[in-house]
C-alpha cells in the first residue's frame, strides 16, 4: 500500500506531505510516514529543516476517529507528536483548512507554525467527549496562554488564525496561494535558529480564581458533560505541575473519558450526523436541481425563520403574505434577528443590509414564478393547505421543488393536490428556524430521487442536519414525543406532580420536561377552543386561559421574567379530575416516571424503524439530538436504550403494560443493539 506521506527536498530543506482524504485524519499510516521522515530528516546532515504541510483540503482534522474503537497502532499520536518536537532541526507546520484536534497538537509540537489568513485552528475533542490526548492540554495553554487555552479545550471552537497569530499559537501569515513558499521561506529564516522554541519547555501560569471563574461563568453550559471538567481539570495541571506529569495526568484523563459512555455517545452522534446525508438507495452522485431562489409563504415565526436560513446562506428569497401588515411585521422581525445578531457582533451590519437586500417581500403569490423551491409555512390546515399547492401547481415553473413545512400532515395527500406528486415533499423546520439544527426532510410515496437528494443537499448548505423521513403521523421526531406527553399525563393522574415529573427529565439532561415544554409551546396547541367542552386537565386549563408562559399560566404560574413556580390552581384541577375519574394513586418514584415517559419513546422508535419509516436507528438519535435537545452525551433515545440494555427497556415496558414493538422485542431476545 503507498504511504499518504510523501517527503521532498527544496535545498535543504525536507518538505513532508499528507495527502490522506477527506480530511488528512492522522490514521495510523500516516502516522508511520511522519515517523520516518523525522528519522530521515534526523540522520541525514544536509536537512536543516522540516516543513510539515498537507494536500487537499485541509492539514490534518484531529486523529482518525474511527481507529478509537480499535486496537491501538504504533506509533501513537502522543509518541509521535514527542518526536516532532524533540527533533534537533527546526519543524514547520504549514497549515491551511483546519487543524484541528490532534492536527492543531502536531502544529503545537512544531517549533514553528504558518497559517494561511482562512485556516482555522482548534481542539474540538471536547465534542466528542475527549480531551486533546497528544499533549494539547499541556502545551495550548503554554503557548497560546491559560485564558484562550480554557476557551478552546472546554468549549471546543475553533480560533480564526488571525486569533491564532495574536495569540501566539500561529507565529507568521502566509499569503493564501502561497503557503509552501511562504513557509520554505520561513523555515530558511530559523534553520540555524538555536534554541528552538519548543512548547514544552515554556511555562503556563494563571491564578487558580481563573479556573473558579470559568467553571463558574461555564456550570449551565457544562451541565451533565464529563469532558468539559476534564479539560479544565488537564490545563489547571499545566499551571501547576511539569510537562512530563503534565502529560502523565492528561494521558489518564483521557484514557478515562475514551472508554465511558459519554464519549462514545458522542462519537456515535458524530458519525450518525455525517450518515444521516446519505440517502439509502440513491447514488450519492445523482444530479442534483439547481437552487438559485427560494420562496417562502407565510411570514409569520416559522417562514420569517425560515427565510433566515437562506439569506443567511446567500440565496435570495421571495417571501409571500395575505396582508400588507403581515408582511411588514414578519420582515420587520427578520430584520430584527439579523441586527440582533449584528449587535452581538456574530455578523457584520454589512451582513445584515446584504440578507435584507436579498428577501423579496410581497403580496402575490404569481412572484413564485421564478423560484426554484417554494416551502409553504401557513395555518396547520390540511384543506388550507390542498389549496395552496393546487395554485403552487399553476404558477410554479418546471421542475421547481414544492415543500410543506407541516409538523404532522399527510404530505402525500397534499402532493396528490397537484399535477406533480414527484416535486412535493416536507421540509420540516424546528421553532425558531434560524436556530435549531434540524431539518426533518419528508418523502413522500412518489418524490423523485432528485427532488430528494437536491433537498438533503441544501440542508447542508443553509447548515442544518437533515434527516429523511418517511410519511407518517409527526413524522420521526412529533411521533414519538406523543407517547411521552400522553404518559406523562397519565402519571399525573396517578400521582405525580408537574413539577416532579419535569425534574426527572431535566436531571435526564432534557432542557426541559414535558410540561415545561407544553407551557413553552402553548397549551392551547391543538385546543378545540370551547371553554365549556372539558374532557382532560389540558381543556380545564385551556378554558382558563392557562396558555403557558404567553399568558403567565399554564402547568406553572409565571412572574413577569417568566419564572415559573408550581401552581395552587393546577394541583386543584388535576385533584378534581383524579377524584372525577376514580383515579388510583401510588407513590411515583423518579424511575417510574423513566420508564413511562421515555421508554414508550424507545418502543416508538422501534415502530418507526419496523415500518421504514426513518433509514436507521442513529438518524432517530440525530432528530432528538438536534430537534428536542436530548442530550448528546446520552447519544439519543436509541443509543440510550442500547446502553439501558434493550432487554431492560422490554421488561420495563412489560411491567407498566405496554405494548412492545416486535422489532425491540426480537432485538433484545437476539442480545442485539439498534446501533
Ligand atoms: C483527536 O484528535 C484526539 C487526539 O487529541 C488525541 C489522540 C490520542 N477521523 O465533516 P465532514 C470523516 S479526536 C475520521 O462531512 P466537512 C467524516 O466522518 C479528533 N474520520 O466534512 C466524513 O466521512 P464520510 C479531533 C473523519 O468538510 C468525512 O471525513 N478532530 C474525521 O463538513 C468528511 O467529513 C475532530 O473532532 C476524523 N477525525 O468538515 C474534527 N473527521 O464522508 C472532526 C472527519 O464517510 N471533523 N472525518 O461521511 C470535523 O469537524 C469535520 O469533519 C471537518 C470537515 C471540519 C474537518
Redesign the pocket.
Known amino acids: 500500500m503507498t504511504s499518504p506521506i510523501t517527503t521532498a527536498r527544496h535545498g535543504d530543506i525536507l518538505v513532508v506531505t499528507s495527502d490522506n482524504p477527506?480530511?488528512n485524519?492522522?490514521g495510523a499510516a500516516v502516522r508511520t510516514g511522519i515517523d520516518a521522515a523525522l528519522k530521515e530528516a534526523a540522520g541525514d546532515d544536509s536537512i536543516h529543516a522540516v516543513v510539515i504541510t498537507c494536500a487537499g483540503?485541509?492539514f490534518f482534522?484531529?486523529?482518525?476517529?474511527?481507529e478509537f474503537s480499535k486496537p491501538p497502532v504504533e506509533p501513537?499520536?502522543?509518541t509521535l507528536v514527542d518526536s516532532i518536537e524533540g527533533l534537533d532541526k527546526p519543524v514547520i507546520a504549514a497549515i491551511h483548512g483546519?487543524a484541528?484536534?490532534?492536527?492543531c497538537?502536531v502544529a503545537l509540537a512544531c517549533h514553528y507554525r504558518i497559517a494561511v489568513p482562512s485556516a482555522k485552528l482548534g481542539?474540538?475533542?471536547v465534542?466528542?467527549g475527549?480531551?486533546?490526548?497528544?499533549g494539547?492540554t499541556q502545551r495550548l495553554p503554554r503557548v497560546a496562554g491559560v485564558a484562550l487555552a480554557l476557551e478552546m479545550t472546554a468549549k471546543g471552537d475553533p480560533i480564526s488564525a488571525s486569533q491564532a497569530h495574536e495569540a501566539g499559537l500561529v507565529d507568521r501569515l502566509a499569503g493564501e496561494a502561497s503557503l509552501l513558499d511562504d513557509a520554505l521561506a520561513f523555515a530558511a529564516e530559523v534553520a540555524a535558529a538555536r534554541p528552538l522554541p519548543r512548547a514544552s519547555e515554556k511555562t503556563a501560569t494563571a491564578d487558580a480564581q481563573v479556573f473558579a471563574d470559568f467553571r463558574k461563568t461555564n456550570a449551565r453550559r457544562f451541565r451533565g458533560f464529563d469532558a468539559p471538567e476534564a479539560n479544565i481539570a488537564c490545563v489547571e495541571k499545566a499551571t501547576q505541575v511539569p510537562f512530563g506529569q503534565g502529560l502523565q495526568f492528561e494521558r489518564e484523563s483521557?484514557m478515562k473519558l475514551m472508554f465511558g459512555v459519554q464519549s462514545a455517545a458522542q462519537r456515535h452522534i458524530?458519525?450518525s450526523e455525517?450518515?444521516a446525508s446519505k440517502i439509502d438507495g440513491i447514488a450519492s452522485d445523482i444530479a442534483l436541481r439547481p437552487i438559485k431562489r427560494v420562496g417562502v409563504i407565510g411570514a409569520g415565526t416559522m417562514g420569517g425563520g425560515i427565510s433566515m436560513n437562506f439569506l443567511s446562506a446567500g440565496i435570495p428569497v421571495t417571501i409571500v403574505e395575505m396582508q400588507q401588515e403581515a408582511l411588514d411585521r414578519g420582515t420587520a422581525t427578520v430584520r430584527k434577528n439579523y441586527e440582533a445578531s449584528a449587535a452581538k457582533g456574530r455578523i457584520t451590519p454589512d451582513q445584515v443590509e446584504q440578507a435584507m437586500g436579498a428577501l423579496n417581500p410581497t403580496l402575490s403569490l404569481e412572484d413564485l414564478a421564478d423560484c426554484d423551491l417554494i416551502i409553504e409555512a401557513v395555518y396547520e390546515n390540511m384543506d388550507v393547505k390542498k389549496e395552496l399547492f393546487g395554485k403552487l401547481d399553476k404558477i410554479a415553473k418546471p421542475h421547481a421543488i414544492l415543500a410543506s413545512n407541516t409538523s404532522y400532515l399527510n404530505v402525500d395527500e397534499i402532493a396528490a393536490s397537484t399535477s406533480r406528486p414527484q416535486d412535493v415533499l416536507g421540509m420540516h423546520f424546528f421553532s425558531p428556524a434560524n436556530v435549531m439544527k434540524l431539518l426533518e426532510v419528508v418523502r413522500g410515496a412518489k418524490t423523485a430521487d432528485d427532488v430528494l437528494a437536491t433537498v438533503m443537499a441544501l440542508g447542508k448548505t443553509i447548515r442544518k442536519v437533515a434527516v429523511v423521513s418517511g410519511v407518517c403521523h409527526g413524522f420521526i421526531g412529533n411521533r414519538m414525543l406523543m407517547p411521552r406527553q400522553v404518559e406523562a399525563m397519565k402519571l399525573l393522574m396517578a400521582g405525580a406532580t408537574p413539577e416532579q415529573i419535569d425534574k426527572v427529565h431535566v436531571a435526564f439532561g432534557m432542557p426541559m420536561g414535558p410540561f415545561q415544554m407544553s407551557d413553552l409551546a402553548g397549551v392551547d396547541i391543538g385546543w378545540h377552543r370551547d371553554p365549556t367542552r372539558i374532557e382532560n386537565i389540558r381543556d380545564a386549563l385551556a378554558a382558563e386561559k392557562r396558555w403557558g408562559q404567553k399568558t403567565q399560566a399554564g402547568f406553572y404560574d409565571y412572574d413577569e421574567k417568566r419564572n415559573p413556580s408550581p401552581s395552587p390552581r393546577v394541583a386543584e384541577i388535576i385533584e378534581e379530575f383524579r377524584v372525577r375519574e376514580g383515579a388510583q394513586q401510588h407513590d411515583i418514584t423518579d424511575e417510574e416516571i423513566v420508564e413511562r415517559t421515555l421508554y414508550p419513546m424507545v418502543n416508538e422508535g422501534a415502530l418507526i424503524l419496523e415500518e421504514g419509516m426513518a433509514q436507521r436507528a442513529s438518524d432517530i438519535d440525530v432528530v432528538w439530538i438536534y430537534g428536542y435537545g436530548w442530550p448528546v452525551y446520552r447519544g439519543g433515545p436509541m443509543f440510550w436504550a442500547d446502553t439501558e440494555g434493550l432487554k431492560k427497556i422490554v421488561a420495563g415496558l412489560e411491567k407498566h403494560g405496554f405494548e412492545v414493538a416486535k422489532l425491540l422485542r426480537d432485538k433484545a431476545e437476539k442480545g442485539e443493539r439498534f446501533n
Open positions: 477527506p480530511v485524519a492522522l483540503k485541509t482534522a484531529g486523529a482518525d476517529i474511527t501513537l499520536l502522543p483546519t484541528l484536534g490532534g492536527g497538537e481542539v474540538p475533542e465534542k466528542l475527549l480531551l486533546p490526548g497528544a494539547g483521557f458524530f458519525f455525517r450518515k
